[in-house]
């Protein structure tokens, strides 16, 4: 729509849902989400513990390795995709 010059755009559920992906792209996006949330997970809890040895050097505490496996990954897109399809 154009208003005096001004284009703006008219979001409706068909322009939104109109990116029609089959069912491999939406469980590659899910997997992509769920290593992604990990990765922050992960990310936040070493600020963390780096804050609070910044704050309190009498005090140590250390990072813990963590590996993130597939099937971490695959856990977490379940979950996702569970609450997706949830009512």
Same mark, same amino acid.
């Given at each position: 729509?154009?208003?005096?010059?001004?284009?703006?755009?008219?979001?409706?559920?068909?322009?939104?849902?109109?990116?029609?992906?089959?069912?491999?792209? @939406?469980?590659?996006?899910?997997?992509?989400?769920?290593?992604?949330?990990?990765?922050?997970?992960?990310?936040?809890?070493?600020?963390? @513990?780096?804050?609070?040895?910044?704050?309190?050097?009498?005090?140590?505490?250390? @990072?813990?390795?963590?590996? @993130?496996?597939?099937?971490?990954?695959?856990?977490?897109?379940?979950?996702?995709?569970?609450?997706?399809?949830?009512?």
């Amino acid at each position: 729509m154009i208003y005096r010059g001004i284009s703006y755009d008219t979001y409706t559920q068909e322009n939104i849902m109109s990116d029609n992906k089959s069912g491999f792209e @939406i469980r590659a996006d899910l997997l992509g989400h769920a290593q992604g949330l990990l990765d922050d997970n992960y990310r936040r809890k070493a600020e963390a @513990i780096h804050l609070h040895n910044d704050h309190n050097p009498q005090d140590l505490k250390y @990072i813990q390795p963590t590996t @993130i496996t597939a099937q971490h990954v695959i856990d977490v897109a379940k979950e996702l995709y569970a609450f997706v399809n949830s009512k």
